[in-house]
């Protein structure tokens, strides 16, 4: 294998790679585990993967948010399962690890680091995160009424709806097939479903959006090792090099927007090379049904690209892991030999506001189907 | 084998007082004298809730415009069980509304039977008793008389206030 | 920069009334806290006055409270210990400024006392002595709150010095 030590690099970036990828089991709970004891076998367990210690990491970056769990500056806890000392070159960011593995990517980039350890915890069960979610919002305008993230994605849905781009049969059964395929994935929390049939017969949970429309509540960790060039080389023997990554926000207000399309899903996408070549396959951080087809259409995949084979969102949705998850289960379809290239997806804010697309691909020669 | 896992109820308050600045201070303003404003864009296009800064230009938007008390829902939800702090505690539908003279839809509550509610409904605003300059002000939506009748619409814009 | 009250000016309807220019919106949000294992292990003792700790099986750190994890060495905290009622004051200070929802009359003496056997100091306040006498290096012991035993660090209600000679600056120097 040598397709990789002459990627074509026409921006003059560094060749940096996913070479490693972990997450917990998620579940509803984990009362009997403390933030840094959730997170902390998640990061044993990356570095295991590539023989690397904490101190050997050249960057450390962390996703979360307190309004989760309810606990100020939890982060400085989670540090704890790293290992800081001496200290390291460590960052945060209040979003979802896809936002911090962004970050890491530009680090590597700036040559200051050629590994990088990139990891996000959530932690809902001590909240109602339906509730906490609304502090997400406009302080003035939007927060003072409380609007849930369950009713905001059905506003989106019924959207989507009327302008004839999905029924609520096309949803359930977006919900099957995600929550089918996490049937293979040891790490879902819900792992089956029901038949379209008996999932369309049960009541709603805010009109058009049923219970099974809606991402289960999570408690989870995630953690990704980023190595740039020979150090990703010498770490995997088929690493899943990130060809693009971009990210791009809307205006806040739902009210603004065309909830129907996602502009800046699609200017990432384009930034990233996302329609240079096909996919064979794509991980969407979409929790709602409603929002997978949205970004179909922004992305233009169609229904001969799998999406979400590890189940998704859907299937578990640990709040700012999520979309971290979406990027390290893309790079271990490459790493599997599952699939060459894969897109991933993180979004962020209400209805989609914010979107990440990252291009992951792997030598050629390991071409294979997801499927 | 550990001890069961402690645990305490924890609650979290944010009794912050925020400044408001020109834009929206003048819209809170309206909503305590019961009248809804707008600002109008560099493309023309007058956006409710009003924004500080043009979405299209970026400049500081200054001129703001009353805007009509019914309006035309754009999407709905139906909350069959609403929770905690929302507008109202029987059950309503979230609506994005734009109002008569809007280009932009606003989200708020819609006291209406489920039946009755869906997309291009005509609304009306029902003002809170008491109103102290917030987006609550606004108590929530409520069909609008003679909903449905075309040119309805028209008679109520410009005799908003 | 334009003013609410300008903006309003312009506006037949409004001109003249009184502009909003704050708005309080007060929000509430409610949890469960569960402070995980090692926590759970160290507040379930106190009740029995009885004070855990962990130490780090590679670099031998005892941590109180216990975590569940060696914050230097990123790995479980694993073994666990008991330490004595006593230890040394390594820092202090007066404080005369009542914290808000702290039932605690002002001035008080609050300090970390590294407990004996500990590489990481507990914060505690110290009583039952003229505070202008509190000093590094100060022996103390624990005095549990009777009254109030429960899995709370509330259950020690104070440290007071023993009468001991200091302490050998060589023995908390690494660790204030
Ligand atoms: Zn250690």
Same mark, same amino acid.
């Given at each position: 294998?040598?397709?990789?030590?002459?990627?074509?690099?026409?921006?003059?970036?560094r060749?940096v790679a996913?070479?490693?990828f972990a997450?917990?089991?998620?579940?509803?709970r984990?009362?009997?585990?403390?933030e840094?004891?959730l997170l902390?076998?998640?990061?044993?367990?990356v570095?295991?993967?590539?023989?690397?210690?904490a101190n050997?990491?050249g960057?450390?970056c962390?996703?979360?948010?307190d309004y989760?769990?309810?606990r100020?500056f939890?982060?400085?806890?989670a540090?704890?399962?790293v290992?800081?000392w001496?200290?390291?070159?460590?960052s945060h960011?209040?979003?979802?690890?896809?936002?911090? %593995?962004?970050e890491?990517?530009?680090k590597?980039?700036?040559g200051e680091?050629?590994t990088?350890?990139?990891?996000?915890y959530?932690?809902?069960?001590?909240g109602s995160?339906r509730?906490v979610?609304?502090?997400?919002?406009?302080?003035?305008?939007?927060?003072?009424?409380w609007?849930?993230?369950?009713?905001?994605?059905a506003?989106?849905?019924?959207?989507?709806?009327?302008?004839?781009?999905t029924?609520?049969?096309?949803l359930?059964?977006?919900?099957?097939?995600?929550?089918?395929a996490?049937?293979?994935?040891?790490?879902?929390?819900?792992?089956?479903?029901a038949?379209?049939?008996?999932?369309?017969?049960?009541?709603?949970?805010?009109?058009?959006?049923?219970?099974?429309?809606?991402p289960p509540?999570?408690?989870?960790?995630?953690a990704?090792?980023?190595?740039?060039?020979?150090s990703?080389?010498? %770490?995997?023997v088929?690493?899943?090099?990130?060809?693009?990554?971009?990210?791009?926000i809307?205006?806040?207000?739902p009210g603004?927007?065309d909830?129907?399309?996602s502009?800046?899903?699609?200017?990432?996408?384009?930034?990233?090379g996302?329609?240079?070549?096909?996919?064979?396959?794509?991980?969407?951080?979409?929790?709602f049904?409603?929002?997978?087809?949205v970004?179909r259409?922004a992305?233009?995949?169609?229904d001969?690209?799998?999406?979400?084979?590890?189940g998704?969102?859907?299937?578990a949705?640990?709040?700012?892991?999520a979309g971290?998850i979406?990027?390290?289960?893309?790079?271990a379809?490459?790493?599997?030999?599952e699939?060459r290239?894969?897109?991933?997806?993180?979004t962020s804010?209400?209805c989609?506001?914010q979107? %990440?697309?990252?291009v992951?691909?792997?030598?050629?020669?390991?071409?294979?189907?997801?499927? | 084998m550990?001890?069961?896992?402690?645990?305490a109820?924890?609650i979290?308050?944010?009794?912050?007082?925020?400044?408001?600045?020109p834009?929206?201070?003048?819209?809170l303003?309206?909503?305590?004298?019961r009248?809804v404003?707008?600002?109008? #864009?560099?493309d023309?296009?007058?956006?409710?809730?009003p924004a500080e800064?043009d979405?299209?230009?970026a400049?500081?938007?200054?001129?703001?415009?009353?805007?009509?008390?019914?309006?035309?829902?754009?999407?709905?939800?139906?909350n069959?069980?609403?929770?905690?702090?929302?507008?109202?505690?029987?059950?309503?539908?979230?609506?994005?509304v734009?109002?008569?003279?809007?280009d932009?839809?606003?989200l708020?509550?819609l006291?209406?039977?489920?039946?009755?509610?869906?997309?291009?409904?005509?609304?009306?605003i029902?003002?809170?008793d008491?109103?102290?300059?917030?987006?609550?002000d606004?108590?929530?939506?409520?069909?609008?008389?003679?909903? #449905?009748?075309?040119?309805d619409?028209h008679?109520?814009?410009?005799?908003?206030? | 920069?334009?003013t &609410?009250?300008?903006?309003?000016?312009?506006?037949p309807? /409004?001109?003249?009334?009184?502009p909003v220019?704050?708005v309080?919106?007060?929000?509430?949000?409610?949890?469960?806290?569960s402070?995980?294992?090692?926590q759970?292990?160290?507040l379930? &003792?106190?009740?029995?006055?009885? /004070?855990?700790?962990?130490r780090?099986?590679r670099?031998?750190?005892?941590?109180v409270?216990?975590?569940?994890a060696?914050? $230097?060495?990123?790995i479980? &905290?694993?073994?666990?210990?008991?330490?004595p009622h006593?230890?040394?004051?390594? $820092?202090f200070?007066i404080v005369?400024?009542a914290?808000?929802? /702290?039932d605690v009359?002002?001035?008080y003496?609050?300090?970390?006392?590294?407990l004996?056997?500990?590489?990481?100091?507990l914060?505690?306040?110290?009583?039952?002595?003229?505070?202008?006498?509190?000093?590094i290096?100060?022996?103390?012991?624990?005095?549990?709150n009777?009254?109030?035993?429960?899995?709370s660090l509330?259950s020690?209600?104070h440290?007071?010095p023993?009468?001991e000679?200091?302490a050998?600056?060589?023995s908390?120097?690494r660790?204030?």
């Open positions: 294998m040598s397709g990789t030590d002459h990627l074509d690099a026409p921006t003059g970036l060749d996913v070479v490693a997450q917990s089991s998620h579940t509803r984990t009362d009997q585990l403390s840094v004891e902390m076998p998640v990061l044993h367990d570095l295991k993967q590539t023989g690397l210690t050997r990491i960057f450390t962390s996703g979360s948010s989760l769990a309810g100020a939890s982060f400085t806890m540090l704890d399962g290992g800081a001496p200290p390291i070159s460590e960011v209040e979003m979802d690890g896809a936002w911090a %593995l962004y890491a990517w530009v590597l980039q700036t680091a050629d990088a350890l990139v990891y996000s959530g932690k809902s069960s001590p995160v509730d979610l609304t502090r997400q919002l406009d302080p003035y305008t939007l927060a003072p009424l609007p849930d993230s369950v009713a905001l994605a506003l989106q849905a019924r959207a989507l709806i009327d302008a004839g781009h029924d609520e049969r096309r359930a059964e977006t919900a099957v097939r995600s929550r089918r996490a049937t293979a994935n040891p790490h879902a929390q819900l792992r089956g479903s038949d379209v049939e008996e999932l369309l017969r049960q009541p709603y949970e805010v009109e058009p959006l049923r219970r099974h429309d809606c509540i999570s408690d989870g960790a995630a990704v090792i980023l190595a740039a060039g020979d990703a080389r010498a %770490l995997h088929n690493p899943a090099w990130i060809r693009g990554i971009d990210h791009r809307e205006a806040h207000q603004v927007r909830l129907t399309e502009p800046s899903t699609r200017l990432a996408a384009t930034a990233a996302a329609f240079d070549a096909p996919f064979d396959a794509a991980e969407l951080h979409a929790p049904t409603a929002q997978e087809i970004l259409r992305l233009d995949l169609g001969g690209v799998p999406v979400n084979p590890s998704g969102p859907l299937a949705n640990p709040v700012m892991a971290l979406r990027i390290g289960e893309a790079a379809l490459i790493h599997r030999g699939a290239r894969v897109l991933a997806h993180a804010g209400p989609l506001q979107n %990440l697309v990252a992951l691909e792997g030598a050629a020669g390991t071409e294979g189907g997801a499927r | 550990p001890p069961e896992v402690l645990s109820p924890l979290v308050e944010f009794p912050f007082t925020r400044s408001t600045g834009v929206l201070g003048a819209f303003t309206g909503l305590r004298e009248v404003l707008g600002a109008r #864009g560099s023309g296009r007058v956006l409710c809730p800064y979405p299209v230009t400049e500081e938007l200054t001129e703001l415009v009353p805007l009509g008390q019914l309006g035309t829902v754009t999407t709905w939800a139906w069959e069980r609403p929770r905690p702090y929302q507008p109202l505690d029987t059950p309503f539908a979230w609506v994005l734009r109002l008569d003279g809007a932009t839809a606003l708020h509550a006291d209406a039977p489920r039946h009755a509610v869906r997309t291009g409904m005509r609304v009306a029902r003002w809170a008491e109103r102290s300059g917030a987006i609550t606004i108590a929530c939506f409520e069909p609008a008389p003679n909903a #449905g009748a075309p040119g619409s008679r109520a814009e410009g005799s908003a206030a | 920069m334009t &609410a009250a300008e903006l309003l000016a312009g506006i309807e /409004l001109a003249g009334v009184e220019t704050r309080t919106i007060p929000a509430r949000l409610e949890y469960t806290y402070p995980g294992s090692a759970t292990r160290f379930t &003792a106190l009740p029995d006055k009885r /004070l855990l700790a962990e780090c099986p670099c031998t750190r005892v941590y409270p216990p975590r569940g060696c914050p $230097t060495c990123g479980a &905290a694993t073994e666990q210990l008991e330490l006593t230890g040394t004051v390594t $820092t200070c005369n400024i914290a808000k929802g /702290l009359e002002v001035p003496c609050y300090a970390y006392v590294l004996d056997g500990a590489n990481v100091g914060h505690a306040r110290i009583g039952d002595t003229p505070y202008a006498d509190v000093r290096g100060q022996r103390v012991e624990a005095v549990w009777e009254q109030r035993l429960g899995p509330a020690i209600s440290f007071r023993t009468g000679p200091d050998d600056p060589e908390y120097r660790w204030m």
